[in-house]
């Protein structure tokens, strides 16, 4: 396929470049706007930054939402056997979003149906194109991004039209749906990958009931929660979706990757989403520390965790490099990790704004190292093809190739 000459042509070979640089940017400006809100440097009682619904809002929809779209659609291509999407309908999706982030901050100056429209936009259309792509992929399994891409175009829509608490919970849901769904592909098979070329050991056998309860607990969990169904229901699913989850994490026998960072993120983000069923499941008992905490282990810890694994995970393999990291980026995990256990710590403890503050800076930092050590390099060309990774650690198993 020729790729469209546009200004940048290297940002636009492949999804994750342009999605990747801009949402890391934005997360950290916003990230660093909401510190300063809380340590009081900024006036945050007005105007555009009243209330904490932006930081919520555009931390999900703004830098989760551009994140999501890098690593799906870099992923199906190799694993679903998808059509790359690059060039000129590349650059479109990555106009959609910045739409998006103009039309929430120009809401009031906006009809209401104008400010909606521009903000579900980008999903209206990643799920006309994938459905499109998906419907040709043999492992029907893919087709449940498109439930993901659905659940976060509902809570944006609920969010714009005045249901802010129940837009931001069905989008998490959504998240929280494709964690477990990716999550529970890329870590085994990559930590499994990563053992047998190391002599120790390989990829658990895969048990369809134990993943199809697993991802079924979850949707039941945001059903009864969205439904506003009583506490003592939701705590008995949510700690259904613990104990399936922990399972689950335990087969993947992360504490033999731990010399492997890009392997370890990924368990211990993994590890912070069953964390995170269990505060969920102590707070609808009466707790009200884990109540407070549960949203923090997941988008701080899960998210942050695996976001920041998966991008430097692409933008190595993707540009022709080894799967090498500089001390700096092993440094950003632990600080991703410190980020999570003083935020969730603090929620349990009912900590102040002080604690929100050091969470945050660890957090900004991180990825701003990041975007410091990778940026440069996704708007460069890739290095020629070579065989990036000494471990073949991004191989699928052979049964589930595609045509790609």
């Not at 660093?32 to 555009?58: R, T």
């Not at 106009?95 to 100056?109: I, K, S």
């Not at 707790?287 to 695996?306: D, E, I, K, N, P």
């Not at 349990?348 to 050590?373: H, Q, S």
Request: include cysteine.
């Amino acid at each position: 396929m020729t790729v469209p000459t546009l200004p940048f042509a290297s940002l636009w070979v492949s999804p994750f470049r342009p999605f990747c640089v801009l949402g890391v940017a934005y997360g950290v400006v916003l990230m660093a706007v909401w510190i300063a809100a809380n340590a009081g440097l900024v006036p945050g009682g007005g105007g555009m930054l009243a209330g904490q619904a932006w930081h919520g809002h555009e931390m999900l929809f703004g830098f989760a939402a551009a994140i999501v779209c890098a690593i799906a659609l870099t992923a199906l291509p190799g694993w679903a056997g998808t059509p790359e999407i690059r060039g000129a309908p590349l650059a479109g999706l990555v106009a959609l979003w910045v739409v998006a982030r103009v039309a929430y901050w120009g809401r009031e100056a906006l009809p209401e149906w104008g400010a909606v429209a521009a903000s579900i936009a980008l999903w209206i259309v990643l799920i006309a194109l994938l459905a499109r792509q998906l419907a040709r992929v043999t492992h029907r399994a893919y087709l449940l991004i498109l439930v993901v891409l659905g659940g976060i175009l509902a809570g944006e829509a609920l969010f714009m039209t005045g249901r802010a608490a129940a837009g931001l919970l069905a989008a998490t849901y959504a998240l929280v749906l494709l964690f477990a769904l990716a999550g529970g592909v890329f870590t085994p098979v990559f930590t499994g990958n990563h053992l047998r070329a190391t002599g120790r050991g390989g990829q658990p056998p895969f048990l369809r009931p134990l993943e199809t309860a697993s991802i079924g607990v979850i949707v039941v969990l945001a059903l009864v929660d969205l439904a506003g169904a009583p506490a003592p229901w939701r705590a008995a699913v949510a700690l259904a979706a613990f104990a399936l989850h922990a399972v689950r994490l335990a087969r993947w026998q992360g504490w033999k990757v731990l010399d492997a960072p890009l392997l370890w993120t990924m368990h211990a983000g993994y590890a912070w989403m069953v964390v995170a069923f269990l505060l969920s499941a102590l707070g609808d008992l009466g707790c009200a520390g884990a109540a407070r905490a549960w949203l923090h282990a997941f988008t701080v810890g899960a998210l942050g965790s695996a976001m920041i694994g998966l991008m430097t995970r692409v933008a190595l393999r993707h540009t022709g490099r080894p799967l090498a990291l500089p001390g700096a980026i092993v440094a950003a995990h632990w600080l991703v990790q410190a980020a999570a256990l003083v935020r969730v710590g603090a929620a349990i403890a009912g900590g102040g704004d002080t604690w929100v503050v050091v969470a945050g800076v660890a957090w900004v930092t991180a990825f701003a190292i990041y975007l410091r050590t990778y940026g440069p390099i996704l708007v460069r060309p890739s290095l020629p093809r070579v065989d990036a990774s000494p471990l073949n650690a991004d191989s699928r198993p052979p049964s589930s190739r595609g045509g790609h």
